[in-house]
C-alpha cells in the first residue's frame, strides 16, 4: 500500500477520457487538492473555469471494464477559512409563484468556516440567523469513472458513472462502488463542501476549496450499473436522471439486483424492500436529479 499526494495544474470540468495524472494500485491511497465549484483554489486564486473542476484522472491499475472500482472516503477538510452559498433557494422546489420572493438572485453569500471548532456561520447574517451556527460536515459533491464509449460528461451533471451527485452522504467513512467502463477506470473527484442540506435546494452547499483523501480497491468482474455504497447505515445504491421517479426507478432496480446477488430473488427482495426500504432525496438541482436507495444494515440478507 502506498499513499500518494496530487496538486495538479490543470482540472478538466468534464469525467472522460484523458492522460492519466497517477498511476496508483489497488490498496493505495491519495490526498488530492481539490478546486471548489467555482474553480478557486485554498488562496482564494481562480485556478479554473466552472463547473466543479476536477481532480484527476487517476489510473487504477488492472482496473478494466466490467469490474468496479471502490473508493473509501477517508478524509475530507476544508482547506481555507471561508467558503460561499447561493443567495437563494433554486426555483424549482418551491410553487411558481413564490420563485420571486423566495429564490433572489444575487452575489454568492459568504461563510466563514472555523477548522478548529469544526463550525461555519454567516460572514453578514440576515436577521434572525445571527446566531446560526452549523457544524462542519464535508462531503464530496462530484467524482466519479469515466463512462463508456469515449464520452466526456459535464461536470454539471451525473450518470452511471458517478459525477456531480452531491449527496451530504458521501462524507468520511462512507465506500462507494463504481462502474468500471474503460481501463483503468480514470477516476476523478473534487467539488468539496463543508456542509449541505439533503436535496442541494439552494444549489449548493457551502462550497470550499478542500483535501480529500480516498484509499481505492478493486472487484474484478463485478459488472454493477450504477454506484453502490456502505457505510454505517448500511447498503446504497444511487440512480441519476430526471425526473425523480426515474432516478428512483435506477436506484431500486441497481438495489433489487444487489439483492439478489445475496440470494433474494425478485420477489423476496420486493417483500423486503416494501418494508425497510429507506429512500433520500440527494440532489434536485443538477440536469440530473439523484436518489439513493438504502437498506439498514440489520435487514440484509444473511
Known amino acids: 500500500m502506498t499513499h500518494h499526494r496530487l496538486d495538479p495544474d490543470h482540472f478538466p470540468n468534464a469525467l472522460g477520457p484523458g492522460a492519466p495524472l497517477l498511476r496508483l494500485r489497488p490498496g493505495d491511497s491519495l490526498t488530492a487538492a481539490t478546486l471548489d465549484a467555482r474553480g478557486l483554489d485554498a488562496a482564494g486564486i481562480e485556478r479554473a473555469a466552472r463547473p466543479n473542476p476536477m481532480t484527476g484522472p487517476v489510473w487504477v491499475e488492472g482496473a478494466a471494464p466490467g469490474d468496479a472500482l471502490g473508493v473509501t472516503i477517508d478524509a475530507i477538510v476544508p482547506a481555507r477559512d471561508w467558503g460561499w452559498t447561493r443567495p437563494g433557494l433554486t426555483a424549482n422546489v418551491v410553487e411558481p409563484d413564490a420563485v420571486p420572493r423566495l429564490a ?6 459568504r461563510w466563514i ?3 478548529a471548532a469544526g463550525t461555519t456561520r454567516l460572514e453578514a447574517p440576515p436577521p434572525g440567523l445571527d446566531r446560526l451556527v452549523l457544524p462542519l460536515a464535508p462531503m464530496i459533491g462530484c467524482f466519479g469513472v469515466a463512462p463508456a464509449g469515449g464520452e466526456a460528461i459535464s461536470t454539471a ?4 458513472h458517478g459525477g456531480n451527485m452531491d449527496w451530504r452522504g458521501f462524507a468520511a467513512g462512507c465506500t462507494v462502488w ?44 463485478w459488472a454493477i450499473g450504477w454506484p453502490r455504497g456502505e457505510d454505517a447505515r448500511g447498503r446504497f445504491t444511487v440512480g441519476n436522471a430526471r425526473p425523480l421517479d426515474g432516478a428512483l426507478q435506477h436506484a431500486t432496480t441497481e438495489m433489487v439486483d444487489w439483492l439478489g446477488e445475496a440470494g433474494l430473488d425478485p420477489t423476496a427482495a420486493g417483500l423486503l424492500l416494501g418494508q425497510v426500504v429507506r429512500y433520500e432525496i440527494a440532489n434536485v438541482y443538477n440536469p440530473a436529479y439523484s436518489v439513493v436507495c438504502r437498506v439498514p444494515p440489520e435487514w440484509w440478507p444473511g
Do not use: K, N, W, Y
Request: proline share 7%.
Open 104 to 109: 433572489p438572485g444575487g452575489d454568492p453569500v
Open 113 to 115: 468556516i472555523d477548522r
Open 157 to 160: 451533471t451525473s450518470g452511471r
Open 178 to 221: 463504481f462502474p468500471v467502463a474503460v481501463p483503468g477506470a480514470l477516476f476523478f473527484l473534487g467539488d468539496g463542501h463543508a456542509v449541505q442540506g439533503d436535496g442541494e435546494i439552494a444549489g449548493t452547499g457551502v462550497e470550499t476549496a478542500c483535501e480529500m483523501t480516498v484509499t481505492f480497491s478493486l472487484r474484478q468482474g
